[in-house]
C-alpha cells in the first residue's frame, strides 16, 4: 500500500477492524519512510453479470429502486425497502463467488419480497419472470396461496363465487 503522504510503497499494518458487517476491513497503516500514519478500508467486490453479458457491481440501491417501483402504491417504508436490499445482498455473497448471474440477484430478491407485500411479490415476478397473459398471474396467485401457512392472517384464499348469468326471480 503506498503512502498517501510520501507514496513510498511499503507500510506497517498496526490494527484491522470489521465494519459494515464484515463487509469490509479497516486497516491502521504507519508509512516505514515518512512514519505517518493514514488509513485504508478494503472491501470485497461483488459483481452481477447481466444477460447481455455485461458486469457492473453489485448495487443495494439499484435493487431498492426496482422493488420500490413494484411497492408503488403499497403500504411499504423504505426502512423495509433497505432490509430487504441487505437480505439480497447477504443472500448473493453467500453464494461465494465473485461474479453472480442477475438472475440469482432475481431470484434472492423474490423470497423476502413475498414476505413483505404479496402484490408488489406479484408486480415484480411478472416483469422478472415476463408474465404473458392472465393464465401466468392465476398460477402465481395459486402457488402464494399454496404456500402461505395456515395461519395467515388477512382476506381468505378461497375463492369468491361468480355470478355467471343473471341472478334467479
Known amino acids: 500500500m503506498r503512502c498517501p503522504f510520501c507514496r513510498h510503497s511499503d507500510s506497517r499494518v498496526i490494527d484491522s477492524r470489521e465494519v459494515d458487517d464484515g463487509q469490509a476491513i479497516r486497516r491502521r497503516r504507519s508509512c516505514q519512510a515518512c512514519s505517518r500514519r493514514f488509513t485504508t478500508v478494503e472491501e470485497s467486490v461483488l459483481a452481477v453479470v447481466k444477460r447481455s453479458g455485461v ?10 429502486d426496482g422493488v420500490r417501483r413494484a411497492c408503488q402504491g403499497r403500504p411499504v417504508d423504505e426502512d423495509a425497502l433497505a432490509l430487504l436490499a441487505q437480505q ?5 455473497r453467500a453464494i461465494g463467488l465473485p461474479e453472480v448471474p442477475s438472475q440469482d440477484v432475481g431470484l434472492a430478491i423474490l423470497g423476502p419480497l413475498r414476505d413483505l407485500d404479496e402484490v408488489a411479490y406479484l408486480r415484480f415476478a411478472s416483469v422478472y419472470r415476463a408474465f404473458t397473459s392472465a393464465d401466468d398471474f392465476i398460477a402465481e396467485i395459486a402457488r402464494l396461496q399454496h404456500d402461505r401457512p ?16 343473471p341472478p334467479d326471480r
Do not use: L, M, Q, Y
Open 88 to 92: 439480497v445482498e447477504d443472500a448473493v
Open 55 to 64: 458486469t457492473e457491481p453489485f448495487s443495494r440501491s439499484k435493487v431498492v
Open 150 to 165: 395456515d395461519d395467515a392472517t388477512g382476506p381468505t384464499a378461497e375463492p369468491a363465487s361468480i355470478a355467471t348469468g
